[in-house]
C-alpha cells in the first residue's frame, strides 16, 4: 500500500523518509491542513470485538485504532509473532501508516492456543488462493479462505491464524482450489506450519519479536525522559520557566496537567487534583491547550475552584529558550494531543507515569 501521488510530481517518494516529515503537507493536501478539514469528515475508524454470542462490542476509543486520519487499507497480519493478528493502515492524511499491536488478552493471563497456517499447493495458484481451511477447535468447526484481497485498497498475507483457546491441538481439513479435501490430522496450539496439498506439513520456526509501545497521542515524551526545565506562559503571555528541581524541592511528586477550558472530562477531574493538592500529596500544574483568546474562560474555571495550582498556558509567540528549555514545540504535537493526559514527574524532571484520560483516585 502506498500513496497514489504521482512520483513524477513528488520527488520524495522514492527517497527513504524521516517519520512525521512534512511532505505530507504538499500538493492537494495542503489546503486541506491549512484549514483544518478532514478528507473523510473526520469519520473515525471502529474496531469491533465479538462476545462469543454473535453480538459485538465497540473498542474503537479503547483500542487507540479510532484515528481521524483517513484511512484507506488495512493489513492484518501477526507482526510480532504472538499468534494474534495486529493492523496495519495505510492513511490518506497526515500519518500515512499506522501499526497497531494487538494487546487483547489480559496481562497475566495463561497464553491462548493457536495454529498459524500456510499453504502450498502443487495445482493450480501455489499460494492455494481460494482454498478452505477449516480448524476443529474448542468451538466446533471455523473455516477461512486464503484470500490475498480483502477490502478497500487491502491486500492480505498468505497466513491463516486460528485461536484455539485453552485447547492443546486442532483438527486441520484443506479444500484446495479443485475441489480435493485433505485432512491433515491434528496440530498442537502455539504451532506454525505450511500445509503442503497432497504432501507432508512443513513446521515453521517462531520469530517472536517486540513492537515498542506507542507514544501517548499527541506527545513527543514517554516515560523515563528527563525534562530539566520547560519554557511557557502565564495569563498574559509572560515567559515562565517551570523549574522541577525548585518547584518539587521537598521530594513530592508534580502532575502536570495537560487540560483546556472546552474539555469536559478535563474540567471533571480538576476537583480530585484540589484535593490531592490540598492534601499535600502533590504539587499540581496545570498547562491549558487553550488559543490565547479563551484563556480568560480557562482563568474563570481555575477561579472558581481556588485551587493551589500553579497556572501555566501555550502562547503562538516565540519564547527565549537561551537556558536550553524545552518548549511546548518539544514536548506536544498540538493537532493529536488527547486531552486530559497528565505527566508524572519528580524533582529531576523525569516522567515517572504518563497518566492518559481523566485522573480517576
Given amino acids: 500500500m502506498a500513496s497514489s501521488v504521482e512520483s513524477g510530481t513528488e520527488a520524495s517518494i522514492a527517497s527513504e523518509q524521516e517519520v512525521n516529515n512534512s511532505s505530507f503537507l504538499s500538493f492537494h493536501s495542503s489546503q486541506m491542513f ?7 469528515g473526520f469519520e473515525r475508524n471502529k474496531v469491533f470485538i465479538g462476545k462469543g454470542d454473535g453480538s459485538f462490542s465497540d473498542l474503537s476509543n479503547l483500542s487507540g485504532a479510532d484515528t481521524p486520519n483517513d484511512s484507506r487499507g488495512a493489513l492484518w497480519a501477526d507482526f510480532d509473532d504472538d499468534g494474534d493478528a495486529d493492523i496495519f493502515v495505510h492513511n490518506v492524511q497526515r500519518e500515512r ?79 484446495w482450489p479443485g475441489g480435493v479435501v485433505e485432512d491433515f490430522g491434528s496440530f498442537d496450539a502455539r ?57 518539587a524541592a521537598d521530594g513530592k511528586p508534580i502532575y502536570l496537567n495537560l487540560w483546556a477550558s472546552y474539555c469536559p472530562g478535563c474540567i471533571a477531574e480538576l476537583p480530585l487534583l484540589k484535593r490531592k493538592a490540598e492534601a499535600g500529596e502533590m ?45 511546548t514545540e518539544d514536548l506536544f504535537d498540538l493537532e493529536r494531543l488527547a486531552i486530559p493526559s497528565t505527566l508524572v514527574l519528580n524533582s529531576e524532571g523525569r516522567i515517572q507515569t504518563i497518566i492518559r484520560g481523566p485522573i480517576r483516585k
Fill in 34 to 40: 491549512t484549514d483544518g478539514l478532514s478528507f473523510s
Fill in 97 to 175: 501508516h499506522d501499526l497497531y499491536r494487538n494487546d487483547i488478552h489480559e496481562p497475566g493471563s495463561p497464553a491462548a492456543g493457536f495454529l498459524k497456517l500456510r499453504l502450498r499447493a502443487t495445482t493450480l495458484q501455489y499460494e492455494g488462493i481460494g482454498a478452505t481451511v477449516t480448524v476443529s477447535g474448542p468451538w466446533g468447526k471455523t473455516s477461512q479462505v486464503m484470500s490475498r484481497g480483502a477490502g478497500f485498497n487491502s491486500c492480505q498475507v498468505p497466513e491463516l491464524i486460528f485461536g484455539l483457546g485453552a485447547s492443546k491441538s486442532g483438527r486441520v481439513q484443506v479444500t
Fill in 191 to 247: 504451532t506454525r506450519w505450511t500445509l503442503v496439498e497432497g504432501g507432508e506439513p512443513v513446521a515453521i520456526a517462531a520469530q517472536p519479536r517486540t513492537l515498542p509501545d506507542p507514544l501517548s497521542p499527541g506527545l513527543k515524551v514517554e516515560s523515563g525522559d528527563i525534562l530539566a526545565k520547560m519554557v511557557f506562559a502565564d495569563k498574559d503571555g509572560n515567559r515562565v520557566v517551570l523549574d522541577p528541581a525548585e518547584l
Fill in 283 to 327: 504539587h499540581v500544574v496545570t498547562l491549558s491547550m487553550d488559543r490565547p483568546d479563551a484563556i480568560s474562560d480557562a482563568e474563570a474555571i481555575l477561579d472558581k475552584l481556588d485551587a493551589p495550582f500553579t497556572r501555566l498556558y501555550i502562547t503562538e509567540q516565540p519564547l527565549d529558550t537561551s537556558g536550553g528549555e524545552v518548549t
